[in-house]
Each structure stands twice: as C-alpha cells, then as structure tokens.
C-alpha cells in the first residue's frame, strides 16, 4: 500500500530580515477513511502542562456527584432489563447510565469512585482493565436486551479540554442502532486495507510501536488529533466479543499509551474503540487514542476550524516525532 502524501510549501517575506520564507505542510491522506491531515513544522501548539491539576481536584471535589460521598444518591440506575444491580461493578469500576445520554444506551463507568484525581501517570492495566471490563459488560447486556442495538463503542473525555463536563476520570459507552459517523466509514474499509496498512507500517517502522501479542499498536500517518495512537485488535468486530485476555491486553497497551502521554507532557485525551455489529466478517476493533491541549486557564483550544469544519487535522507534531518519543515500550 502506498501511503499518499504531498509536500505543499507557503512563501511569504519575512517581516524582520525582508528574506523569503519557505515553510514546508505535509499534506497525508489517512489510508482507511480517507481524510486528509496536515503535518506543520513544530511551533510549540501543544505545550507542555504546568496547571496544578491536584489543586484543582481539590477545588471541585466537594461538588462530584461521582465521589464515594454521593455517587449511590446522584447518579442514575441502568433499566433492570439492562442489569437487575442498576449498575455495572468490576473491581474498583462503577458503570451507570449517562445522565446526559448521547445515544439509546449510553453510559459512563468510573475507574474509581475513590479516584477524583488521577494523572495519566498513575493510570495502571489494573484500572483501565477493570473499566474495560465493565463496558464490555454493558455492550454485552444492551445486545441481549435489546438487539436493534448492535453498534458499540468505548470512549474518553479525559479532562476539560477534551470536552469532559466532570473532572472525575471516567470512560463513556454508547450502544445504539445507528452508528456514529467514524464507526460507519471504518465499517466500510475492506477488511484486505486494514491488514495492507498494518503490512506497511509494519515495513516501513517509522510509526509501528509493535504489537502486544494480539493487538497492534502503531502512530496514525494522518491524524486528525496531537500524538495520536491507533490500535487494531484482529477479528474482533465489537466490544462486546472482547474475552478476558483481550481485555487485559488492551489495558497493558492504553496503559504504556498513557503514561507514554504524561512523559510527554500531556494529561487531557480522547479514546474511541469504533465498534461493528458482533459478527461483522473480519473487521478488526480499531482504537484511537489523541492528546488534547492541556488545562490551565485561557489555554488554547487544539480543535480549530481545520478539525472541527473541514475535519481536516492540522498538527505540529509530526507523526514519526511521537512514534521516537514513544520508544520500544510496545515492543515485547
Ligand atoms: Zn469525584
């Protein structure tokens, strides 16, 4: 497969010296949907966090409806035809019916109750593991329950700038009968595009961070968000068919992700594993994972009107930079 790219160059005067100024954008096209992605010379967009994020943590607590103090009273129950408990419980998770639904089934699951603050640096496979395990038990019990619903999906706002409302870490499941836009152009993709892309990244080493035994793990060639992560878990089509070893296989991969972001310097991410109906014929699970800006009062916002409107990424963080800042952590 030929990943399609085109150098584009902006000339302009220099305003101090008067000299001609060349700056080269690397436009890609991303080899499974298509979208197009521009690659700028770093210019320091996504700068590193110095917010106190404890402070604030302790600033917003008492109001958490997700805390141990009032989680049970303010947080609503799933229909008992979902679950006869009303709520979903593995090891430290808790997963409820989102108050704010996007979907005909949507829910959050905390990765703790006790855990209000929760830097991307102390984020274990235990947690993330039992987290997972909850929304695959929820995509599980919709299926059941209600089989008009077969379009799964798991998610994170992680922190404000990511479009999270509560400050509590926290991941979000839809289930529902239509798929989200993604999830219907990556559902499209011919099965044979998924495993050429991987083949020549695989080749060509410059994004593949390696493969955790069943589940792949390489930097997006066009992304449309800083640092972004791909994953592809072969012939899994949904969340729902994930088994206990998947499961903690993805938490051991988002695990080395995520600390690998705080290394980096970022606590703010969105997740989107883009489930297919159970069964689709050999489509595999694919996971992105994305940096957003970091917290702190009037911060710049890494969603312009490139990503939002023309849904075209504009970043300054070249692929290959983070796939080197990333290392041999994915390498067994
Ligand atoms: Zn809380």
């Not at 436009?27 to 967009?45: A, K, Q």
């Not at 009303?86 to 998770?93: S, Y």
């Not at 703010?268 to 694919?286: E, H, Q």
Request: with cysteine; net charge negative.
């Amino acid at each position: 497969m030929e990943l399609k790219r085109q150098l584009l160059f902006a000339e302009m005067i220099e305003p101090r010296t008067g000299e001609l100024l060349r700056t080269p954008i690397d436009v890609r096209i991303d080899p499974l949907t298509g979208h197009s992605s521009r690659i700028l010379p770093e210019r320091g967009l996504m700068p590193a966090g110095d917010f106190d994020l404890e402070a604030y943590a302790r600033e917003n607590q008492p109001r958490c409806p997700f805390c141990p103090e009032r989680i049970d009273r303010l947080t609503p129950k799933l229909p008992a035809a979902i679950h006869p408990d009303g709520r979903i419980v593995h090891g430290e998770a808790v997963l409820f019916p989102n108050l704010h639904a996007y979907s005909s089934h949507s829910s959050v699951s905390v990765y703790a109750p006790r855990l209000h603050y929760l830097p991307l640096e102390l984020m274990t496979e235990r947690l993330l593991g039992d987290n997972l395990a909850a929304q695959v038990a929820f995509a599980r019990a919709v299926i059941a329950a209600d089989p008009g619903s077969r379009w799964a999906s798991i998610n994170a706002n992680h922190m404000l700038p990511s479009g999270s409302s509560l400050f509590h870490p926290h991941l979000q499941g839809i289930v529902d009968s239509e798929p989200t836009t993604l999830q219907r152009l990556l559902a499209e993709v011919p099965a044979d595009q998924f495993a050429a892309y991987l083949e020549t990244e695989r080749r060509s080493g410059e994004r593949h961070l390696g493969s955790t035994g069943r589940v792949e793990w390489l930097v997006s060639f066009a992304p449309i968000a800083p640092a972004e992560l791909r994953a592809f878990i072969g012939e899994v089509p949904s969340p729902a068919e994930l088994d206990d070893d998947l499961i903690a296989e993805l938490a051991h991969g988002l695990a080395l992700a995520l600390t690998g972001y705080a290394e980096m310097g970022f606590q703010s991410f969105n997740l989107a594993i883009y489930g297919a109906p159970p069964g689709t014929d050999r489509y595999p699970l694919n996971l992105r994972l994305a940096c957003r800006s970091n917290l702190k009062p009037f911060y710049r916002s890494d969603s312009t009107f490139l990503e939002r409107l023309h849904w075209e990424g504009a970043i300054d963080l070249a692929p290959e930079t983070v796939a080197q800042r990333l290392g041999n952590r994915f390498r067994r």
